[in-house]
């Protein structure tokens, strides 16, 4: 069965700071992996993905995360965190015509 | 980029009556569409799939009677929650997946909260 895990469930870090979120997958085959963000009483917005090809993915907002099979791995980074990146971010398997598996969350907090 | 939209926003109810939220792809046309319930600092509880044209497919533990949900057309969906009560308040997200869309990606509605008095 899929399922993901984020094992930070709360992250605070400084303006400027790099930041990594950790995401860990399990799942039979190649999966398409997602990060997602959330800020307070909103939707879902995407991120990045990753179907296949290069390992290393670039999003929107300076995100970037790297798809690592060895450790069944999808962590998203940002080299310098903005206070407007406070939000909840979701880490999400699911292939072609599969239910997304969607992680607990992480919550990143930024202190000016 | 694909937009979803979702309304209402939020929505106060008394106790026992029903409420339709309607989730609608804007640019693109979605077969599939899902219906997702999030509790306070909570991940998404995927609560049921929804293809156009046919009977939703529910997760184990949603009532389909008490979440009904219709996606008459390629661009809408709606989730009515019929007779609700105070345990119905939630928030409420859908998604849409483009059709003819081999990579999965779905986009989100902005979501509804609701609150049953």
């Known amino acids: 069965a899929q399922s993901v895990t984020q094992p930070d469930i709360h992250i605070t870090v400084s303006e400027g700071a790099s930041l990594e979120l950790r995401c860990n997958y399990s799942?039979?085959?190649?999966?398409?992996l997602f990060w997602y963000v959330q800020s307070p009483g909103q939707g879902l917005q995407l991120l990045l993905k990753?179907?296949?090809?290069?390992?290393l993915v670039q999003g929107i907002k300076g995100f970037e995360a790297e798809f690592k099979r060895s450790q069944s791995s999808f962590n998203l980074r940002k080299p310098s965190v903005h206070w407007s990146d406070a939000a909840e971010y979701f880490c999400?398997?699911?292939?072609?015509?599969?239910?997304?598996?969607f992680g607990p969350g992480t919550r990143l907090s930024v202190l000016p | 980029g694909a937009v979803v939209s979702q309304h209402p926003s939020r929505v106060i109810c008394k106790s026992g009556t029903s409420v339709k939220i309607e989730c609608r792809s804007l640019?693109?046309?979605?077969?599939?569409m899902f219906w997702y319930r999030q509790f306070p600092k909570q991940s998404l509880m995927l609560m049921a799939t929804?293809?156009?044209?046919?009977?939703?497919?529910?997760e184990q533990g949603v009532e389909k009677d008490k979440f009904l949900i219709n996606h008459a057309s390629l661009t809408l969906s709606t989730l009515t929650v019929t007779s609700a009560h105070p345990e119905d308040s939630s928030f409420y997200i859908c998604?849409?997946?483009?059709?003819?869309?081999?990579?999965?990606?779905?986009?989100f509605g902005a979501g509804t909260r609701l609150s049953v008095l």
């Open positions: 990753y179907f296949s090809g290069d390992t």
């Open positions: 640019d693109f046309q979605a077969t599939t």
């Open positions: 799942y039979g085959a190649t999966p398409y």
């Open positions: 929804s293809n156009e044209g046919s009977k939703a497919t529910y």
């Open positions: 998604s849409a997946r483009e059709a003819g869309s081999a990579k999965n990606i779905q986009y």
């Open positions: 999400a398997v699911g292939a072609g015509g599969q239910n997304f598996v």
